[in-house]
Structure formats: structure tokens, C-alpha cells
């Protein structure tokens, strides 16, 4: 099979909304730089970690190095996904130019005429925030389009089941 393949470990604890175990990266290529202390996936990139999949033309990962003293050595801190960038999560889907995806404050920002559609609802913003721990997305400046339930009549048939039932 053509293209790279590699496994991030899930140092930190998954949150809520994400199942644990690794982040599975597919790429055309992969470029390490051990002085930089990143890894560079490019082309037909598609990230996986549960229920949430990000696909983009290039992902930059990077990771602590041994004197880090916030980090374990090689523990992930950012993937900052960039080009074509579509995010999706259960019914949840967004597109962005960049988005960076913080793994110790549990959140994706996205920016570059981000938009998000839930079912037949669309926003556009600014900047898109998925708050991966609480299930929320936070907007800057949204335009959004909100289907709403039809309303239903008010002399449907269930309501006249209700107040009068069958006359004997």
C-alpha cells in the first residue's frame, strides 16, 4: 500500500467526547525533524481518533522534546491541519483552511472561512472553536441558517382525539 502510515500515542487522557486510544495518520508522505521537534504529513492526509476524523493536505504534529518541562518527551502537543481542511464528528461536520488542534485544552480552533452544518443547520464564522470536552461549538461573528421544525396544526388529529373523543 502506497502512502505513510503512523501512530500517535495518546499520552494525555482522552476527553469525553473522543474515544481513547491512538491518533491514526494516513499520508502520501512523512518528514520528521528531530531538531524542530515536529512531523510533517503531507498529501491525502485523514487523522483519526474515535468518533472524530479530520481529513487536510498537510498536518504538522508537534511533539515535546526531553527538556520540556510541561510535557513527557514525545508527547503530542499541537496537530495544526492546513489546506482543504474537513472535520467530522458523529453528525458534526465542518471545513476550514486551518485548524489546530490542541490535545491539552481539548479543542480544535479553525479558521480561514470555517463553516460547520449539524444536521440541515449551517454556521459560518470568523473562527469555529469545537470544544471537544463539553460537545460545543463556539463561533466569532457567525452567519448561521437554522432549519426550523414545521409547526404543526392546531386542530390536528391527535388534539381532537384529546378534547372530545368519539361521540356514541
Known amino acids: 500500500m502506497e502512502g505513510a502510515w503512523a501512530t ?3 499520552e494525555s487522557p482522552p476527553t469525553p467526547a473522543m474515544a481513547s486510544g491512538p491518533v491514526d495518520v494516513r499520508s502520501d508522505r512523512l518528514t520528521v525533524n528531530q531538531k524542530t521537534h515536529q512531523a510533517i504529513f503531507s498529501g491525502n492526509v485523514v487523522a483519526i481518533q474515535g468518533n472524530l476524523t479530520v481529513k487536510c ?3 504538522t504534529v508537534e511533539y515535546a522534546s526531553a527538556e520540556d518541562p510541561q510535557h513527557q518527551s514525545g508527547e503530542i502537543k499541537l496537530m495544526t491541519f492546513t489546506g482543504a481542511v474537513s472535520i467530522d464528528q458523529k453528525d458534526r461536520n465542518g471545513h476550514c483552511e486551518t485548524a489546530v488542534y490542541d490535545r491539552s485544552e481539548g479543542n480544535i480552533i479553525c479558521t480561514g472561512d470555517p463553516w460547520v ?18 460537545n460545543e461549538v463556539r463561533v466569532d461573528q457567525p452567519r448561521a441558517v437554522l432549519v426550523l421544525p414545521e409547526e404543526r396544526p392546531k386542530n390536528s388529529d391527535k388534539e381532537k382525539g384529546k378534547k372530545g373523543g368519539k361521540k356514541r
Open 57 to 59: 493536505n498537510t498536518l
Open 8 to 10: 500517535a500515542p495518546s
Open 117 to 134: 452544518t449539524e444536521g440541515p443547520n449551517r454556521i459560518h464564522g470568523r473562527r469555529i472553536d469545537y470544544l471537544l470536552d463539553t
